[in-house]
């Protein structure tokens, strides 16, 4: 190719990207008009990889194109393309598929410095002993293994839970500090008295917190209603809890197990 003949290719392929440009789209259509044009294979590749893929790639445009002059290289560009499109079709789902799916009941997600993630229960073991010898009446725990929970949290995360409809927050849910102790578990109490019995954890363990319906309920699933739950101060070092009252409240399809569910972190 001669020095006029590459600048007119040149203008010409200049002329083709603003089309491309402002069509935004290049098709098989377009890539043929170049072929024919007689258009070098690298102001093709160009062209290609310059404009909005719109390619189609079945193995009989593949032969029309090849019987045009398209090279192997112009072909792979075509079809690495019509892939990367597809790529990001599915990336920019994502989210709305997600917003689809809903949060799920049974887990939670927390929030720290902005990053979520998701939080999966366990089941406490529960155990009844006197106190003070017998004095001081008899007590119940929820009693969890090991000293130290796996997931470490910074002094103020940000709690996504999932209420069910008929239920308050408030009586859904419990942030509980729990004691180390010397057997290797970390427990906290969960009812008690001498002369009367009254459960629920007590109130020493209890860490205040505020709750507060999301805004955008869209990734709600059916029956239930998102919250934000917070602490109401940086927590301190130690082992806590998000307890959920899922044995005592009816929640439609989800949490089987008929228990309640403690998501357990520690602060350190």
């Known amino acids: 190719m001669n020095r006029f003949s590459r600048r007119l290719a040149a203008l010409l392929a200049s002329a083709f990207l603003a089309h491309a440009a402002i069509a935004a789209t290049i098709t098989n259509a377009d890539v043929i008009k170049l072929l024919e044009a007689g258009m070098p294979e690298e102001v093709v590749l160009e062209a290609i990889a310059s404009g909005q893929a719109s390619f189609d790639t079945s193995s009989k445009a593949l032969i029309t194109l090849k019987a045009k002059g398209a090279t192997p290289k112009v072909l792979t560009a075509m079809l690495q393309a019509g892939d990367k499109k597809k790529a990001a079709a ?23 410095d902005g990053q979520p993630s998701i939080m999966q229960y366990r089941i406490a073991q529960h155990r009844t002993a006197a106190r003070a010898l017998g004095f001081g009446g008899m007590a119940s725990y929820a009693t969890l293994s090991g000293t130290q929970a796996q997931r470490r949290l910074a002094g103020a995360p940000e709690f996504i839970i999932s209420v069910p409809r008929n239920a308050q927050a408030a009586d859904y ?40 319906a999301l805004a955008d309920q869209s990734a709600a699933r059916d029956g239930f209603v998102l919250y934000s739950v917070k602490p109401n101060a940086p927590l301190k070092s130690g082992e806590y809890a998000l307890v959920l009252y899922t044995g005592e409240m009816r929640t439609a399809g989800f949490f089987s197990q008929g228990a309640n569910s403690y998501f357990d972190f520690g602060v350190n």
């Open 90 to 112: 599915a990336t920019a789902s994502a989210p709305a598929a997600k917003a689809a799916a809903g949060y799920n009941p049974e887990e939670v997600t927390v929030v720290v």
């Open 173 to 212: 849910l419990t942030l509980a500090n729990f004691a180390v102790r010397n057997n290797g578990t970390r427990e906290v109490m969960t009812g008690g008295g001498y002369m009367s019995y009254s459960s629920g954890i007590n109130k020493s363990r209890v860490v205040p917190i505020t709750s507060e």
